[in-house]
Nanobody, 129 residues
Framework: QVQLVESGGGLVQTGDSLRLSCAVS????????MGWFRQAPGKEREFVAA????????DYADSVKGRFTISRDNAKNTVYLQMNSLKPEDTDVYYC??????????????????????WGQGTQVTVSS
């Protein structure tokens, strides 16, 4: 059973930084394309970023491009989301997601939640103004 556990959320002020982590267990981590999504109450889950199995390719939502960085450490079975210059509109529950995919990474095709097979429980990020 694949399990994803996020950590690193919290309450910060505008302009601060946070790093989210997502530890994956139960399968070979390098078999998975990883993604980060976020969701506010009553809203649809929104794509934030995705990363290929090797870490060599990434995609970002326009709203976070230049501020957020997704990375992974396959030796530690962990994916990260470094969030800089945080804004109040970044306040959400952040989820990591895993997609079983041994094929070639296709940039721009991993923004739909339905493309992922496993999800974490989420971690709250709150940015105060």
């Amino acid at each position: 059973q694949v399990q994803l556990v996020e950590s690193g959320g919290g309450l910060v002020q505008t302009g601060d930084s946070l790093r989210l982590s997502c530890a994956v267990s139960g399968d070979t981590f390098s078999n998975y394309i990883m993604g980060w999504f976020r969701q506010a109450p009553g809203k649809e889950r929104e794509f934030v970023a995705a990363i290929s199995r090797s870490g060599g390719s990434t995609d970002y939502a326009d709203s976070v491009k230049g501020r957020f960085t997704i990375s992974r450490d396959n030796a530690k079975n962990t994916v990260y989301l470094q969030m800089n210059s945080l804004k109040p509109e970044d306040t959400d529950v952040y989820y990591c997601a895993a997609r079983v995919d041994r094929g070639t990474y296709r940039s721009g095709t991993y923004y739909l939640p339905s493309r992922y097979h496993y999800w974490g429980q989420g971690t709250q990020v709150t940015v105060s103004s």
